[in-house]
Structure formats: C-alpha cells, structure tokens
C-alpha cells in the first residue's frame, strides 16, 4: 500500500520500518493511523523475506503521545467507548498477533496509546529521556480495555501497574528498564545502530521458534481475559470523562465528580 503521510513505511535489510510520522503533534495517532498500521502489519505478515519489525516515533520527542485527543469530542455515551476500545483492541490486537518479532524504538514519550503500542511489541529499546505512562487518571478520565491491562500487567506487575495508573506518574527510562518495560537504555546517538543491530540479530534466528513463542505467551496471556465492556462503558460514559476531554483541550483544569 502507499505511504499514508503520518504513517511511513520502508525495507532496511531484513528488516521493515513503521515510522509514526506527526512530529508536531508529538506523533498523537488518529484513526487513519492506527487503519495504516494494520494494513503494514499484513504486508509485513505476507512477505517472508521481512523478518523482523522496527516501530519508531518520527522527530525524537515522542514515540507516540497517544490517541489524538480530538477524536473524543464527539463520543456520548459509554458504548461509544466500549466501541472505540474494541477498535483499539483490533488495531493493537494486529500488533501483536503479528506472526514475526517487532521491536519499539521509543525516543522521548510512550503515553496513552504510545505506552500500549510499545508495550505491545516484543523488545523495547529506549534513550535515556524517555517517558512512560498512562496519566488517564489525571487527564481524560477513561480507561483500558482488559486486554491493554493484561498486557501491561504481564511485563510490569500487577502492583507497578497499579502505581503508573493511579499515580498518573511518568516513568523514566532507568525505572522502565528496572521494571521489564524495556530491554536497554542507549544514547540517543547510539540508538539507531543498537536498534538495527539487534533487529539484524533477531533477523537471522530461526522464525519457527521465534513466531511459535511469541504465539505460545500471547496465547498465555489472553487465557483469562474477562469481558469489561461495563467497566469500559461506565469510564466512557462519565460526565468526567466528558468535562475531562473538553478540559484538556482547553487546556485547564478539571476537578473530578465521579459522576
């Protein structure tokens, strides 16, 4: 498929190249974006001679900050949100059904979404100013789907997860590499290189073995996912969530009702 402008595409050796391209919006993802990277999911699925998956953020101030706050404005009901994170479920789902080794180049922040989609790929790499977190607790209001829960409780904890969501916190990149969150922490001259070498590494193992452990985690992951769309729908459907969204584009404060 071509290029969509704000999600970039390209071959290095074995290896393909997702760069998530809206440097001024701190590479925040829209709906067309998140469409793009699972149609390149499936090309990277569908050529053999691709080993391995490169996701980067364009810039280096953000991997990705998370959903484009404005794609909320119009929601109005907590089945809007249970839809809207069914649909990050398949789009993040893709990511992580993918059948060949993906590896997260994260320079600056991996927030909101940015910290699902990292989380999501099987090596993180890191520069020493990268910032993770999930601040929903402090901004919008929302919440995860259970599978974006599972998925952060099975690299960080149950309690470390507890404490990123409701702290609000960011995590630095020495914390994210105590905690599992990433892999290795390199200058940010330097991560490039030690990116592609390790892609280039992983590139020439045996992709059986590589593709039927991935498989066989995810699969031990997802075996007690419950069904949360009421936890979803009651976050979503929250006249907080609303006054959080309105709030944050506006730019001031909102002061939490649990309404």
């Known amino acids: 498929m071509a290029d969509a402008p704000e999600l970039l ?7 393909a190249v997702i760069t998530f391209n809206r440097p001024s919006a701190r590479n925040a993802m829209t709906f067309a974006m998140y469409e ?8 990277v699925d569908a050529d053999d001679d691709i080993r391995v998956l490169v996701l980067r953020g364009a810039g280096g101030r953000a991997f990705v900050s998370g959903t484009d ?7 109005d009901s907590g089945r809007t949100g249970v839809e809207y994170e069914a649909d ?3 789009y993040i789902g893709r990511l992580d059904r993918l059948r060949k080794p993906a590896i997260a180049l994260v320079e600056g922040y ?3 979404a940015g910290l699902s989609i990292a989380a999501t790929c099987d090596l993180r790499v890191c520069t ?15 919440c995860l789907s259970m599978a974006g829960y599972a998925r952060l409780v099975a690299i960080v904890g149950e309690a470390r997860a507890k404490d990123i969501v409701f702290t609000a916190r960011m995590v630095g990149a020495d914390e994210a590499r105590a905690a599992g969150l990433v892999t290795a922490v390199v200058p940010a001259e330097e991560i490039e290189d030690h990116v592609f070498e390790l892609a280039e590494r992983v590139a020439g193992h045996a992709p059986i073995t590589l593709r039927v452990t991935k498989e066989a985690l995810r699969r031990i992951r997802e075996a007690n996912v419950p069904d949360g769309a009421d936890l979803v729908a009651e976050a979503y459907g929250s006249e907080d969530f609303r006054q959080g969204v309105a709030a944050f584009l506006e730019k001031r404060r909102h002061t939490w009702t649990g309404r």
């Not at 793009?36 to 090309?43: H, K, N, P, S, T």
């Not at 706050?69 to 929601?75: A, E, K, P, V």
């Not at 910032?131 to 901004?139: D, E, K, S, W």
């Open 110 to 112: 991996a927030v909101g």
């Open 9 to 15: 595409f390209e071959r290095r050796g074995a290896a």
């Open 88 to 90: 990050i479920d398949r």
């Open 128 to 142: 020493p100013d990268a910032q993770f977190g999930l601040p929903i607790a402090r901004t919008l209001g929302n």
């Open 69 to 75: 706050i404005r794609q909320f404005l119009d929601f």
């Open 36 to 43: 793009a990277l699972v149609a390149y999911c499936d090309e």
